[in-house]
């Protein structure tokens, strides 16, 4: 009954900032349209940082204590209704948590192939921060060729994924801030046109955005800062400009200028992954298989990786994300 | 040479509240794509009282000091490119100013033709809040036939509009919001399935929203209101729903919660008409000619008309509008 076991790191307590262990747990089993993987690799999130405090429950129907939201690995066994995917195969994808551990199961339309310019701890640091990016960018904010596009932390997963997903795609100017000047040398490594460093004082990035744009401001904004940077972020926007809030980092409230909205007929919109339904998942899923894994393959974008570390050393690979001095993802590999 | 002069309405002062006389100007001509319409009835607008106040100026190469957005004609005399009219054919549409003159001149693709139903008088109380409340609706929110909506300000002019237009292209639910129990009443013979009376407390409607979608929120919200019922509307907007600011009589200012906006994944868009280009209008009305002017011919949808002044009357009008006791348009008729 070995077989019936398997690794996983699991949330010992909620106390604090939470603690960890790997634990044996059950093997999950995949039935009707769901897939088992192998899991090779799993990608850490500032999510799993949350549910390791307590404060973002797993949803129904995933395991409550083992984090987890994307992983690469090898179809390892199927449902009976299960048509895309055999055994043997190189994917990686969306979980709705669960994915630390070396098995995980998920819907099969939750699932993109490997391409072979990919090793499995670079597949794992792809699909949460490029199908972010890429549904911001293209889905929500239909970012078209020739646009100017401003990405707040540039050096961040998103950021780094965001830009070069922008500058691959024909994005007109590729525009970033960051909070040091050499996360901002790194992300023009990846496409960056024009960075700036942005401390306290918001201004700073919407004075810049004047002077590259000369005064035109950009098209897509994508926002993982929120409250703190609104109001300079309404500036930085060009008339009929799109802003994707992505992230709270910097506040979750600050006051909207309703004049400076309908005078420039600007348009906010909210996303975030976690919370869509399975289906509306697989949309973003297929869309990221059509759109960027093709990139991927090509390597015209690339997945940006910070460190790996191995499944005995989780506390050590949480305790680099929770250090915010990361450049790309935490990776755990876990076989 | 008594032909090239036409009576007009004039802002002689922008002092106070302003102060408005007829007055004989000299009677534009028609070149190129533009055609001179001969106005027989044109409609106020809350911008003609900021213009009147010198808070709204009009854009280039418009007259600086005839009010006037919206007319309903004849057209009387074209210029050499225009493909699409013929004199005496009956129009209404948009001007960028100066509509509230016997005569106006306006491009081509600015005008629709009048269907049978309606005489100049309503014609003229149609442009700018159908054209508004179906380009909020329909082109800027996507309103989806079965969707819910929620319209504030329903007993206002664009209010009816919307209200009418949604329960005509088979809007799911059109809900309401109003100043006073009359006005939901009437706004009830135009379609509304629901409204709430809204005294300070914006929170009335919202709990009232989501009594009536048991819980689930509207889709679409139609905002004129602004400031004062933010937080409230981001409470009755369900998953993924869209609020367009079309108007701020509630004030310009007021928090917003990222949190709410990325959880349920809404989206804020600002409009506003008169700012538009040329190409922009001619598209707004384009689309207005299509889907809103079928609905009028067959008595779909029908104009609401406050009270109609003749020329001589204009300061009456003007006075009735800033009454803030209408119903419906206030309408000049000019000849």
Same mark, same amino acid.
């Given at each position: 009954?070995?077989?019936?076991?398997?690794?996983?790191?699991?949330?010992?307590?909620?106390?604090?900032?939470?603690?960890?262990?790997?634990?044996?747990?059950?093997?999950?089993?995949?039935?009707?349209?769901?897939?088992?993987?192998?899991?090779?690799?799993?990608?850490?999130?500032?999510?799993?940082?949350?549910?390791?405090?307590?404060?973002?429950?797993?949803?129904?129907?995933?395991?409550?204590?083992?984090?987890?939201?994307?992983?690469?690995?090898?179809? $390892?066994?199927?449902? #009976? =209704?299960?048509?895309?995917?055999?055994?043997?195969? !190189? *994917? /990686?994808?969306? @979980?709705?948590?669960?994915?630390?551990?070396?098995?995980?199961?998920?819907?099969?339309?939750?699932?993109?192939?490997?391409?072979?310019?990919?090793?499995?701890?670079?597949?794992?640091?792809?699909?949460?921060?490029?199908?972010?990016?890429?549904?911001?960018?293209?889905?929500?904010?239909?970012?078209?060729?020739?646009?100017?596009?401003?990405?707040?932390?540039?050096?961040?997963?998103?950021?780094?994924?965001?830009?070069?997903?922008?500058?691959?795609?024909?994005?007109?100017?590729?525009?970033?801030?960051?909070?040091?000047?050499?996360?901002?040398?790194?992300?023009? $490594?990846?496409?960056? #046109? =024009?960075?700036?460093?942005?401390?306290?004082?918001? !201004? *700073? /990035?919407?004075? @810049?955005?004047?002077?590259?744009?000369?005064?035109?401001?950009?098209?897509?904004?994508?926002?993982?800062?929120?409250?703190?940077?609104?109001?300079?972020?309404?500036?930085?926007?060009?008339?009929?400009?799109?802003?994707?809030?992505?992230?709270?980092?910097?506040?979750?409230?600050?006051?909207?200028?309703?004049?400076?909205?309908?005078?420039?007929?600007?348009?906010?919109?909210?996303?975030?992954?976690?919370?869509?339904?399975?289906?509306?998942?697989?949309?973003?899923?297929?869309?990221?298989?059509?759109?960027?894994?093709?990139?991927?393959?090509?390597?015209?974008?690339?997945?940006?990786? #910070?460190?790996?570390?191995?499944?005995?050393?989780?506390?050590?690979?949480?305790?680099?994300?929770?250090?915010?001095?990361?450049?790309?993802?935490?990776?755990?590999?876990?076989?």
């Amino acid at each position: 009954m070995s077989e019936e076991k398997m690794r996983a790191v699991r949330i010992l307590s909620h106390e604090g900032a939470g603690e960890l262990e790997v634990a044996e747990v059950e093997k999950p089993v995949a039935r009707a349209d769901r897939v088992r993987v192998c899991v090779r690799a799993a990608g850490l999130n500032r999510a799993d940082l949350l549910q390791k405090r307590g404060r973002y429950p797993a949803p129904p129907g995933v395991p409550a204590d083992i984090p987890g939201l994307e992983f690469a690995g090898e179809v $390892e066994q199927v449902g #009976d =209704e299960v048509r895309m995917w055999k055994t043997g195969q !190189r *994917v /990686f994808g969306l @979980a709705a948590g669960g994915a630390q551990a070396e098995y995980a199961v998920v819907p099969e339309n939750h699932l993109a192939e490997i391409p072979d310019a990919l090793d499995f701890a670079g597949a794992a640091a792809v699909p949460e921060v490029f199908i972010t990016a890429h549904d911001a960018m293209f889905t929500q904010a239909r970012l078209e060729p020739g646009e100017r596009v401003l990405v707040h932390a540039a050096g961040s997963g998103v950021g780094t994924a965001a830009v070069q997903i922008a500058r691959a795609a024909g994005a007109g100017s590729v525009y970033g801030t960051a909070r040091t000047a050499e996360k901002i040398e790194r992300a023009r $490594e990846f496409g960056l #046109d =024009e960075g700036v460093v942005v401390g306290d004082d918001p !201004r *700073v /990035f919407a004075e @810049a955005v004047r002077e590259w744009t000369n005064g035109a401001g950009v098209q897509v904004l994508l926002d993982l800062v929120g409250a703190s940077y609104l109001d300079a972020n309404l500036d930085a926007l060009g008339y009929r400009g799109r802003m994707i809030l992505v992230g709270t980092l910097g506040g979750a409230s600050a006051a909207l200028d309703f004049r400076r909205m309908m005078g420039k007929r600007l348009q906010l919109t909210g996303t975030a992954l976690r919370a869509r339904s399975a289906e509306e998942k697989a949309a973003a899923v297929r869309r990221f298989a059509a759109h960027v894994v093709p990139l991927l393959a090509r390597r015209s974008v690339r997945p940006v990786l #910070d460190q790996t570390f191995a499944l005995e050393d989780v506390r050590a690979a949480y305790e680099r994300l929770e250090s915010n001095e990361t450049f790309g993802k935490v990776v755990i590999q876990m076989q």
